[in-house]
């Protein structure tokens, strides 16, 4: 009970406040212009000479500072509390770690390749290890290990086990073995042994650190990293394009009451929410980048604001 309340719930909720913010925008939106319109206080303000581009600003002020909360609780202040979220949901839901990974080959740096046939993460140890240092066309030297144990409390720190060091000069060839070898090799097993939402638990700096370095050592799976990095930037623009969005609708007095401004509200925002998830598959499929596929909902509905602004200017 207490790691459901505390570590599940809890961590759940900036979440869905975080999700939902567009949507609570834009209703909110909605509702205060409506019944400005529906008093006859906006016909007085247009009235007395003010613009509607002047009526806007204060909107899109109101705008700036949720967009600025968005952006500091999605890229900074949900991810580290995702990580007792995910883990509960391992535990006692499904756990979507990956337990084994085989023929796992990844550069540990410019020139350096590391190969392991077979990794077991409960026990951080890899069996078949080899690390190859390659200068141009040629091997400088080559080293394997029937076992590869990763030591969880130094960074980078490995223990090799019955390791043998090829050196290669020429046609030369010097050979080094023993038994147990203490090395510092860049690598990690978070950096192949990837959960299908490892992203979610880091903050933007740490995604874009982790996208540029495995990118360097080969890592082709980061689709998922580099779509929730641009997923998080352009979550901020919804409050802005839905605030267009809403004053727009609402800025004239309808006969219906506000009732048909909020429905009509709620089907854009929820389909503004809704087109943001699916277009992230064409980022998946590789038909598009992530960049594109995160701001084509904002373009669109972009689009679908300014015209309404100008529908309202020019009725």
């Known amino acids: 009970l207490k790691e459901t309340l505390f570590d ?14 567009p949507l609570f925008t834009f209703i909110s939106v909605i509702f205060f212009t409506s019944k400005m319109a529906g008093n ?16 806007l600003r204060p909107y899109m002020a109101g705008a700036a500072v949720i967009a600025a909360f968005t952006f500091v609780l999605s890229n900074y202040v949900i991810p580290p509390t995702n990580i007792a979220r995910i883990a509960y949901t391992n535990k ?58 990763y030591d969880t409390l130094k960074t980078y720190h490995w223990i090799l086990n019955d390791y043998m060091i090829r050196d290669f000069d020429g046609m030369n060839e010097k050979v080094r073995h023993g038994n147990r070898l203490d090395t510092i090799i860049p690598i990690e097993p978070k950096d192949f042994m990837i959960s299908s939402n490892d ?8 995604l874009s650190e982790y996208i540029d370095r495995q990118k360097m ?13 641009e997923r998080r930037i352009a979550s901020t623009a919804a409050a802005f ?49 992530p960049f594109i596929a995160m701001e084509i909902p904002n373009v669109i509905y972009l689009l679908i604001g300014i015209f309404l602004y100008y529908r309202a200017t020019r009725s």
Do not use: H
């Open 92 to 149: 006692y839901v499904k756990n979507k770690k990956p337990q084994t990974g085989n023929n796992i080959q990844l550069q540990a740096s410019p020139g350096v390749v590391a190969y392991i046939g077979r990794f077991e993460n409960n026990t951080k140890t890899g069996y078949r290890f080899t690390l190859d240092k390659i200068e141009g066309n040629s091997i400088l030297s080559r080293l394997t290990a029937s076992t590869a144990r």
């Open 241 to 289: 394009i839905l605030t267009l969005i809403g004053m727009s609708l609402s800025v004239k007095k309808q006969k219906g009451g506000m009732g048909m401004n909020i429905g009509i509200g709620l089907v854009l925002s929820f389909s503004y929410i809704l087109f943001s998830t699916v277009t992230s598959s064409f980022a998946i499929s590789g038909q598009t980048t």
């Open 199 to 206: 992203q979610e638990t880091m903050t933007t700096p740490e």
């Open 217 to 229: 050592r080969g890592v082709a799976n980061i689709k998922a990293f580099e779509i929730e990095k």
């Open 40 to 55: 006859s206080e906006i016909i007085a303000i247009l009235s007395s000479g003010v613009s509607l581009g002047r009526l």
């Open 8 to 21: 599940y719930f809890a961590s759940m909720l900036p979440n869905f406040a975080n999700q939902l913010s």
